[in-house]
Nanobody, 126 residues
């Protein structure tokens, strides 16, 4: 089992940058693929980005491609989401999620993930 704690959210202006962190504790961090999702009020939880256990593969939603970068440091048990050129539409609660390594993985699907953090609020003012 793993516990996930997000941090780094806040209130920023459109065009600003922000870096989210997700610290993991418990089972070996490199046993998990990791993902970032977000949920705006009244909307479903949407995929943002994902990274494989080694960091060798990354995936992005079209809406954030070229603006957001996911990375991980297995030595620090942390996954990051660097967000730049933020827009008002990026306003949401951001969640990190962990997926135990199995034979297959559909990184874009929330149902594929085994553990979730509590979320961190990102608000972008226009």
């Amino acid at each position: 089992q793993v516990q996930l704690v997000e941090s780094g959210g806040g209130l920023v202006q459109a065009g600003d940058s922000l870096r989210l962190s997700c610290a993991a504790s418990g089972r070996t961090f490199s046993s998990y693929h990791m993902g970032w999702f977000r949920q705006a009020p009244g909307k479903e939880r949407d995929f943002v980005a994902a990274i494989s256990w080694s960091g060798g593969n990354t995936y992005y939603a079209d809406s954030v491609k070229g603006r957001f970068t996911i990375s991980r440091d297995n030595g620090k048990n942390t996954v990051y989401l660097q967000m730049s050129s933020l827009k008002a539409d990026d306003t949401a609660v951001y969640y990190c999620a962990a997926r135990v390594i199995r034979a297959t993985w559909k990184p874009l699907s929330p149902g594929e993930y085994d553990y979730w953090g509590q979320g961190t609020q990102v608000t972008v003012s226009s």
